[in-house]
């Protein structure tokens, strides 16, 4: 990955950490302000968007560092171990808000005077706003570079939206109604919809440390490349792909013809490589020689 793509990666996820950092503080204190569950569940939250963002950023940066004599296929890994970090934490905050939005619903716990509502209302919809715009900056810049740790902080972020603007939405329709017990009902919706990103975030993450294969477009991308810029006379079998965070990591063989001489051979297969290695910034090639 060029240096470009590094820096960028990680000032990225610096703005992530910075965002949610005010983030938290603006909704504890209307959370305490206003006596709501559910806001004070979505500023757990962004607190566990805040530790999602300081684990990204601490992959991101770990993960572009080269390969070594105990890492010879590089760091890329951390990103993915980063994704399944974040989902576990995300399940806890989940259960946690469960606890305690069912503690609020069957004690009856109430919500301050609804004149204290209104600024709930305003904190949630401004941080689904600034979410907004800040998980689309990562989803952007998570595609660029093909970073697990960054899609999965944007997919936090992206959650964080949509609970934000239900709670919300959730107070609104509490200070318009008075039915007080929206308020934790509002909070297991967030509580169910952060489990869902959770899960779907563990499962994407796991793949890649259990050497799953690329997916079915980053392997076709491959196949594409290969099949384009392989030798006339040759041919090529035995594919089997994995990724290491961004880095594609593909082995296969290359069968070329069995009456060229074994130099031949090897100049065919260095110029194969190169020609792949030009056409992805993020490939590992694990190519063996055979002769038909």
């Known amino acids: 990955m060029n240096k470009d793509n590094k820096k960028l990666k990680?000032?990225?996820?610096?703005?992530s950490i910075v965002s949610n950092s005010v983030l938290i503080v603006i909704k504890v204190v209307a959370g305490i302000f206003t006596g709501s569950v559910s806001i004070i569940s979505e500023a757990i939250h962004s607190a566990l968007d805040l530790v999602a963002a300081g684990i990204a950023f601490l992959a991101v940066r770990v993960s572009d560092k080269p390969a070594d004599t105990e890492h010879p296929f590089g760091h890329g890994k951390y990103e993915n171990i980063s994704g399944v970090i974040e989902a576990l934490l995300i399940f806890a905050a989940a259960i946690w808000i469960v606890f305690e939005a069912l503690d609020k619903l069957l004690h009856e716990g109430h919500l301050k005077p609804t004149n204290s509502l209104t600024i709930g209302i305003v904190v949630m919809l401004f941080s689904?706003?600034?979410n907004f715009f800040i998980s689309r900056r990562l989803y952007k810049v998570?595609?660029?570079?093909?970073?697990?740790a960054l899609e999965a902080d944007a997919l936090h972020l992206k959650t964080d939206?949509?609970?934000?603007?239900?709670v919300g939405v959730g107070l609104l329709?509490?200070?318009l109604t008075g039915f007080y017990f929206l308020d934790p009902i509002v909070a297991l919706l967030v509580a169910?919809?952060?489990i869902t990103e959770a899960y779907s975030m563990l499962i994407k993450s796991v793949n890649p440390l259990l050497d799953g294969s690329l997916s079915d477009e980053e392997l076709g991308k491959v196949k594409n490349v290969i099949e384009e810029k392989i030798p006339d006379n040759a041919s090529?079998?035995?594919?089997?792909?994995r990724k290491s965070g961004p880095k594609y990591i593909?082995?296969?063989s290359l069968i070329v013809d069995g009456s060229i001489s074994l130099a031949e051979a090897v100049a065919q297969r260095k110029s194969f490589e190169d020609k792949v290695y030009a056409s992805f910034d993020n490939i590992e090639l694990i190519v063996i020689l055979e002769k038909d």
Do not use: E, H, M, P
């Open 192 to 194: 169910s919809f952060i």
């Open 236 to 241: 090529y079998s035995n594919l089997k792909t």
């Open 10 to 15: 990680v000032r990225t996820a610096l703005l």
């Open 250 to 252: 593909v082995q296969f």
């Open 128 to 130: 689904g706003l600034v």
């Open 161 to 166: 939206v949509y609970t934000s603007v239900g």
């Open 173 to 175: 329709l509490i200070k």
């Open 142 to 148: 998570a595609k660029q570079t093909d970073s697990v």
